[in-house]
């Protein structure tokens, strides 16, 4: 029998992500543990749950789980790799709230996979059949902020649906492939020992944690739960942790687009807009649209 709409929650995900990920490696709890743990909203009505790791090879795993009342519930579940490793970043956003859920799941590309053919074969050409299942599956989510594209992979589910559709199930389903299929990828990666490499891994895991502590759709709620200055804390010190620490480099210096004349960063969380009206990636994993379109 289905789920009732009740039932809905995003804890077995991260339960299921630990477990696997311990038949791989040894997670040791991260510093961040001890002050990032369980906290409840402002009004007192929803439950965020944080959870944080490493290991030899992970810079930081982290978890952050969030229950509300009127059944709205959250899952930002990332894994970033230490700057030796030029891996992808495991990437799963879901927001599900009574009428909708959206859905991001990807390996998100440390490096560009649209010039840098080299990096997709290596991590993505033969993942591409995978993805073509659960993209099939999970329909493109319709106009999308342009400049994530640009961190998204040729596997990446982008959905959006009502939860009548009952997919909770399949969504379980294409994260535990997606994550085994990271796990694999990290058991055979060997550590990168060429120095201009690895700063190049470093800068690009900055940016992309740049881009992602400033304008990450689901902030705005994220204050609205926890207040402005709690918001920023788990933003800059416990989901994009190394934000302030991995480089010296500003939001403007990897976006000068965004720059105001008065110098600040513009608040509008896309310059260019939305678009990608369908999936922009073929079949066989080849880039079909023009990235500002
Ligand atoms: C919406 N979240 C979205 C959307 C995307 C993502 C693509 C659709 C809106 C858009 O076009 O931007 C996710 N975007 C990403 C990810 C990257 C990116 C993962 O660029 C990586 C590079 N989501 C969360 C958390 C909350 C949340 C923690 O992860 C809430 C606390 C909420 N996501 C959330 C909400 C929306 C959303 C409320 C809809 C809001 C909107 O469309 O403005």
Redesign the pocket.
Known sequence: MAEPPSALTYKKFVHFALEETRKHTNLSPSPLQEKFGCLSSIDGKTELHMHSFESPKIRLLRS?C?EGSDSMQ???FAIFPRVEFDLPIF?A???TTAAMS?V?L?L?PLHDVISQHDYKKKYYTHLIPLGNEYTELFPW?G???S??MK??SPIVI?SKFPPSQQKHHLLYSAFCDYLKSWLQLMDHVTAETDSSKIIMNLEAQHR?LT??AE????????RR?TGETLAKEIIRSF?FKGVDELGMKMFIDYFPEYKCDDGTVNQK??MVG?SFESRPWDTRGEFMGNTSK
Not at 215 to 222: A, E, R, S, T, V
Request: overall charge positive.
């Open positions: 952050l969030i959250v899952l930002d990437c956003n879901f927001f959206i991001l990807d998100n989510g106009k999308i902020t400049e994530s961190f998204f982008w992309y881009w992602r304008k990450d759709p689901g902030h705005q709620l994220l739960l989901l969380r896309s939305k």
